[in-house]
């Protein structure tokens, strides 16, 4: 399995100062993230328990023309000019995120879901958490996250477009939130908070997962209160 390697990044004159607050409209998109509620407490309890060696990689045909950052812009406040502009800054996300983080999978013509997940909930945490999140830490949240995916029967039964869509959405999210985490700083406080709620929005509404209770360390993802009891 190609692994991902590279944190994302975006220039600073892409970014603007709202938030994306589309999701995928779909009805399976909210059974994954059900289903990703009720999977991840057992998956982080018994992970390493049965060790399977990497697991074949979760992967969508590329589509021939990005779906997502229309869908995203769409949810814009203002004019025709100004979902436009947000489209195409969407489009570039996913661009870079493509060239930049995972350029491996262009030559096959695929996009890997696996990957995003891992950079998705990496990016998130590292603005709720102030984690650094390093190659090894995105291993093991690949290899945590990409089956729970596949555990909903809405996944299988969804169609090829769907599943581009919901791609699209993470890698784009990836990269607009590592560059707003950058910058936010420098910005002040009010900055810092906004980046911090739509990170724990994105985390909740694309995966289902609450970040109040899981941490970010060197195994990938951990219950919080075991991550506690550890540390007492």
């Given amino acids: 399995m190609n692994r991902p390697s590279r944190r994302p990044a975006i220039s600073r004159t892409d970014a603007h100062d709202g938030a994306p607050d589309s999701a995928p409209d779909a009805a399976w998109v909210a059974d994954v993230s059900h289903r990703m509620r009720q999977a991840l407490a057992d998956t982080i309890l018994h992970f390493g328990e049965n ?3 990497d697991q074949p990689a979760l992967t969508v045909p590329r589509a021939q023309a990005p779906i997502a950052p229309a869908r995203l ?5 203002g004019g ?3 979902r436009r502009q947000a489209s195409e800054m969407y489009g570039r996300c996913l661009a870079r995120y493509r060239d930049g983080v995972r350029p491996q999978d262009t030559a096959l013509g695929i996009d890997d879901v696996g990957a995003a997940v891992a950079h998705f909930v990496a990016v998130n945490f590292e603005a709720l958490q102030g984690v650094a999140v390093t190659p090894a ?3 093991c949240l690949e290899r945590q996250l990409a089956g729970m995916v596949q555990l909903s029967p809405a996944w299988s039964g969804a169609k090829a ?3 581009q869509t919901y791609f699209e959405q993470l890698a784009i999210l990836t990269v607009y939130v590592a560059e707003l985490s950058t910058r936010a700083p420098s910005e002040g406080p009010a900055a810092v908070a906004n ?3 739509a990170a724990r929005g994105y985390l909740q509404t694309l995966l289902g997962l609450n970040p109040d209770h899981l941490t970010l360390g060197a195994s990938g993802l951990a219950l919080a209160t075991d991550t506690a009891a550890a540390s007492a």
Avoid: F, I, N
């Avoid at 812009?73 to 406040?77: E, F, I, S």
């Fill in 51 to 53: 060790p399977q060696g």
């Fill in 195 to 197: 980046v911090r709620r």
């Fill in 137 to 139: 830490m995105l291993l």
């Fill in 80 to 82: 025709a000019k100004q």
């Fill in 73 to 77: 812009a769409a949810a814009h406040p």
């Fill in 161 to 163: 477009r769907d599943r």
